[in-house]
């Protein structure tokens, strides 16, 4: 029973979201109070857009929410002044990076009550400094990575937080390094990890307890079907079928492109160089073909300057968010744009 609500509930959601959000128009959203710039990271099927904003420059870094044009700035752990959120689930909790009283940036859950938003510390790994959650599922789990040494990506390890749980160290391909990037309803975490004598970098799939070493490159999100988008070791957008295969995504003509985020309809949010390789462009790629985010912006934000630089998340409606530039300034705003609807896979 339960489970019908939810699902009849995330229909009615996703009518709401049509009509907010028209197939095919880009939506600037709006930045809080004093914020010069901000980014969409992730989203829930509920369209909630978990980012960051901030002034720019060496200002502070804040958590924020965004939904139905409002956006909302969490609190962090302490009042040190840095704090990302990455990704929300749909029960509305939000997962990310705060820095600690002592200091140290650590894997951070926001979840809401009746007063607001609390931050809620998840800890690191055994003697481990610093931690970052990177994704939620709809069952609370949690994936990242923590790491001992803030500058040196090389001494991370890909941790799993069950929900009430302690850090789980998720293991490497033999190598000093690891991380946790996307998971799936199922628990299926995807990510990568240095090979054992850290000379390569290889996408990895986590299940029950195993590892499957993908080949060369980074895996950074999984659908409920197991398909998974991510980039080869030459920066190329790939997605990878269940059994492992491996399939190169098309381009816009330039050399560079990354699968951020994958739907349940096979439908892929990243970004890829333009022919000139002089700048990035938001992309979606439907039946492996890219087709330009920008292609949606309305003749106004064009003569503005703005362009889509970035999708970094996806949701079941097709919604899409990420980060959109405005030339000649350093105006970032997050965005959304939701895309023609797919057929499920």
Do not use: K
Request: glycine share 14%.
């Amino acid at each position: 029973m339960a489970h019908g609500l939810l699902v009849a509930g995330l229909c009615l959601g996703m009518q709401a979201l049509a009509a907010e959000f028209p197939a095919g128009q880009v939506t600037l959203l709006p930045l809080p109070a004093g914020a010069l710039q901000g980014s969409g990271v992730g989203l829930n099927d509920w369209g909630l857009v978990a980012g960051t904003s901030g002034a720019g420059g060496a200002s502070p870094v804040h958590a924020t929410l965004w939904q139905h044009g409002v956006s909302i700035v969490l609190p962090g752990l302490s009042n040190q002044g840095y704090a990302t959120a990455n990704g929300a689930n749909e029960r509305g909790w939000v997962v990310g990076v705060s820095v600690a009283a002592n200091g140290d940036p650590h894997a951070t859950l926001w979840r809401r009550s009746s007063i607001g938003y609390h931050a809620q510390d998840l800890g690191t790994q055994g003697t481990g400094r610093y931690s970052t959650a990177v994704a939620v599922n709809a069952n609370g789990l949690v994936a990242g990575y923590s790491t001992f040494v803030v500058t040196n990506t090389l001494d991370a390890r890909a941790t799993l937080w069950p929900a009430g749980g302690q850090a789980v160290d998720l293991g490497t391909l033999g190598g000093s390094f690891s991380s946790a990037y996307g998971l799936n309803r199922a628990g299926q975490v995807v990510g990568a990890s240095a090979t054992a004598d850290n000379s390569a970098i290889h996408a990895v799939l986590w299940q029950d307890g195993s590892m499957r070493d993908l080949g060369p490159g980074y895996a950074n999100q999984i659908n409920d079907s197991g398909h998974i988008a991510g980039m080869d070791d030459a920066s190329r957008a790939v997605r990878w079928l269940p059994d492992g295969t491996r399939v190169w995504l098309g381009t816009l003509g330039g050399s560079f492109s990354s699968g951020a985020a994958i739907n349940n309809a096979g439908q892929i949010a990243g970004w890829a160089s333009i022919p000139s390789d002089t700048l990035f462009h938001a992309v979606y790629w439907q039946d492996d073909v890219a087709v330009d985010l920008n292609d949606f912006l309305d003749d106004e934000a064009r003569a503005e300057g703005w362009y889509l630089s970035y999708a970094n998340g996806i949701n079941a409606a097709g919604l899409v968010t990420g980060a959109a530039f405005r030339a000649g300034t350093p105006e970032i705003r997050p965005f959304v744009v939701r895309l023609p609807r797919a057929a499920r896979q």
